[in-house]
DNA sequence: CGGAGTCACGATAGCGCTATCCCTATCGTT
DNA sequence: AACGATAGGGATAGCGCTATCGTGACTCCG
């Protein structure tokens, strides 16, 4: 045997090891094949016979191996980190958001850069810092996914980005959505079906493109049942709960009042029962209230609202995954299939509403 | 000149480069130093003269170079990888947690792996995972910073974590805190100075320990102040909305009532709020309503909440910072400096409470 | 004035992995 | 039988950075 002659020179410095665990030689060694063909194996090439990938996969199990992140973005020359912008949107939002983008990110192995991008005056200084750093895609959730000078400078220097949930997204951006005006005309028949045929609309901040989708939602509702659209039913709101306030004041000063309200967002609709309540009114018995986006406040309110869910982790967890797919395409020179995704929504029903 | 003689042999393989921007090598170049010394300066290791430094930052900032996080990683041998368990605290706490975390996480280039761990039957196996997977520390915010099982794994396997928000801390963890008792004191202090005589108190969750010393807090303010402790006036809670709806049921049905209510949390404080309204009691004129948390829920209320405000941001931050010291020391085969960090909270009095 | 100590900095060898090139055994084809 | 085509898998050279050690230029002191 050879095998002293093959040992390397004793090393006289002391090794740099750093991982605790097992290494892919270990598993290589284990296994009784060489480097490479674990490294095959890890990523799922085809070129392995089956018998030889459960060898691996056994010696892998056995030594508890867990490749180490740092050499294979190294390695792959694929190190690839993601800019997610965020400014303010509901905080449940923006943390199952998070929790769903942290997740695929750490499954396909890219770094995500968090960052609060919330004055309209600095927005455009951040992006440019984080595409000079070297960003290599962009995540834009609302509302930044309709800010109109992030976009320029995404077009500009040619940066992979996915808007979510934007209402209608730029032409040179992927996007990930659920279908907003479908949504609203859901919600708004539901209403009608429970025999409402006064339905105020709170409207979403019109810097959302989502705001109008939902808005003509309704007014499709509206016309598909055969009511006419009447313009005092729909008052302006900014998706803040302030902004809540004030519009179901100025709906149910109206005479006759309305018999149900159809907020854009949660946030809204939580200041509506707040108002109805001081006014006296029980909700749902003397006035329907309905959300959208089945945000925390849905369920910390009394009575619980009827909404729309969105499934916003999911969402996120496709929209990293979208930009992933663009960033590989545009360093392999092929183009980016720019894709549109639409996602399910759900009507729920809880106990803010009831027949007229 | 030997320039060309110093060239190395025509690449005939396509380079494998990634980046698309500078490294280390080109910056050592531009300013006409070794690798070394740019690492050092990037560092910022103390031998280098300080006019070095600044041609080596000159260099860096000319060629916009920024590190690959992956290189330092796999050379220093330095990766590390942080878990950041959750469960469920309310939507708010999360978000500002979480954005606190990655921020830091970032900044000190280490990996965190934030992972759900729900339901107590599962959270063992889910700690196991990670830590047969090599993570090399823990990050419990509240309520799992309190949770038995999660503790004997960590002791067991001897892995370095943080407790945050924690009443009392495990002796073989690091801990984030705001002083509960203290906040919570000057809290019923500040109801007793607005003329509160009969206050009543919600208490939190007792399977975490914060909420014992919330309420001491209550109970030494009103001792200092020369004031009975009413056992009446404390009904049990469990941060949760609804079960606020039912305490302050409980409190307002109290004869005499209670002027003002300190809710152990802003959920319960919100629960308050609607439960005063729909009794038709005006907050604050006919009661005064106080939360904790700061959470988003006290400014989507109206009246928006006097509350206690934690840095829950800062807190994380120096969560992720303190473990990530106790990793490296634990590395360097050093005994970490196990660390109790006490932060300051801040009453933000808003719109909920008044003069009894 | 020579040797020890200090300081700023350079040369080099990896860190753990994958891209690339290359070799071998096997098969079908003529 | 000779040939190319095609798996399946090995050897090697980096990816961009830092740890370690080496080196020359200074200081300091007996």
Known sequence: MA???????????????????ATIADVAREAGVSLMTV???????????????????????????????????????????????????????LNEFLVGSLEQAARTNVQLVVQLCERPQERAAIVRRLIDSGIDGLILPPPLCDAQDIHRLVQQHAVPAVAVASGQPASF????????????EAMTRHLMDLGHRRIGFIAGNPDQTASSLRLQGYRDALEAGGLDFEPDLVVPGLFTY????????????????????????????????????????????DVAVVG?????????????????????????????????????????????????????????????????
């Open 242 to 285: 302030r902004s809540g306030l004030e519009a179901t004041q100025r709906l149910l000063a109206l005479a006759p009042a309305p018999t149900a309200i159809f907020a854009s967002n949660d946030d809204m609709a939580a200041a509506a029962v707040s108002v109805a309540h001081r006014m006296g009114l029980d909700v749902p018995g």
């Open 173 to 184: 951006l992927s996007s990930v959505n659920v279908d907003d005006r479908a949504a609203a």
């Open 292 to 356: 959208f986006d089945d945000a925390p406040q849905a369920t910390t309110t009394w009575p619980e609202l009827t909404t729309i869910r969105q499934p916003i982790a999911d969402m996120s967890r496709a929209a990293v995954q979208q930009l992933v797919d663009d960033i590989r395409a545009a360093r392999e020179g092929r183009r980016p299939a720019l894709r549109h995704l639409q996602m399910a929504f759900e009507l729920i029903r809880r106990e803010s509403d009831a027949a007229a």
């Open 39 to 93: 490294s095959r194996v890890m990523n799922g090439k085809a070129n392995v016979r089956e018998e030889t990938r459960e060898r691996v996969q056994n010696a892998i199990a056995a030594l508890n191996y867990s490749p180490s992140a740092a050499a294979r973005n190294l390695a792959a020359a694929s190190e690839i980190r993601i800019g997610l912008l965020y400014s303010n949107p509901s905080a449940g939002y």
């Open 3 to 21: 095998e002293d002659i093959d040992q390397p020179p004793a090393r006289t410095r002391s090794s740099r090891r750093a991982r605790a665990g």
